[in-house]
Every structure is written in structure tokens, then in C-alpha cells.
């Protein structure tokens, strides 16, 4: 499994916009910027599904998922390949769901925490 370095989960932390690509049972791509990312551990990317019905039903068919973060001013970018999982109550839904309000944007209330176990990062850091 890959793991998230600490140059990684900063830069994580200071770009925060994000795209979410997935793919349905049939291969149909859908790609879909996500404002919400955050390092849950050294495995796992999370972020809050507010207005993702398309990569919503997309997960719920297809768990794959590629997760690109990147600074064209700095030209410095990270594909994060994965298996993600839906959550919709409990502790980690919870938490979310605070930061979500504590954003202060008159989000709704996410559908699912959407949690993403690394499998592959590129480009790999282990190889730099």
C-alpha cells in the first residue's frame, strides 16, 4: 500500500482543491472538483459529499477512484489512486460534518464522508 509522506499531507493541507475521477459499471468517466480534501492518516484522503450525485452513484457501482491535487504556479502535482467507502454516520461523518459547517457557506449537510484507502501515488515518492 502507498503511503502519504509529510511533504505530501502538507501539501495536501495547503492546495486543498482537489478532482475526483470515477467511473460507472460501464467505464463512463466523471470528474469532479472537491473542496473539502483532508489527510486522514497516513493512508487515507477523505472529503465531504455535498453536490456529488454523479460520483456519489458512480462509488456506489464502482469503488475505484483517482483523487488529482495540483499547483500550476508551482508546477507540483499528486494522482492518488484508490478504493474509496461511503460513510454516512458515525465519528469520522460526524467530524466532517463540523468542518463543513464551520466553513461558514451555508453548505447542506454532506450525503457521505467519502474515504479514500491510498493504493498508489504519483508521482511516487518513494522513487524520488
Not at 492546495?15 to 467505464?27: E, F, Q, Y
Not at 469520522?92 to 454532506?110: R, S
Not at 464522508?113 to 518513494?126: A, G, L, R, Y
Request: proline letters at 4%; glycine letters at 4%; hydrophobic letters at 40%.
Amino acid at each position: 500500500m502507498a503511503k502519504l509522506t509529510k511533504e505530501i499531507k502538507d501539501y495536501i493541507q495547503e492546495v486543498k482543491l482537489c478532482v475526483a475521477a470515477t467511473a460507472d459499471k460501464n467505464g463512463m468517466p466523471n470528474a469532479s472538483f472537491k473542496g473539502s480534501l483532508q489527510v486522514l492518516d497516513d493512508e487515507h484522503l477523505i472529503f465531504a459529499d455535498i453536490f456529488s450525485a454523479k460520483t456519489r452513484k458512480n462509488l456506489m457501482e464502482n469503488n475505484k477512484i483517482c483523487i488529482i491535487v495540483g499547483d500550476h504556479k508551482k508546477m507540483v502535482s499528486y494522482q492518488f489512486k484508490g478504493e474509496a467507502e461511503l460513510i454516512n454516520q458515525g465519528e469520522l461523518y460526524d467530524k466532517v460534518c463540523k468542518v463543513i459547517e464551520g466553513m461558514n457557506l451555508n453548505l447542506p449537510k454532506p450525503q457521505y464522508v467519502v474515504k479514500t484507502k491510498i493504493t498508489e501515488i504519483f508521482p511516487d515518492p518513494s522513487a524520488q
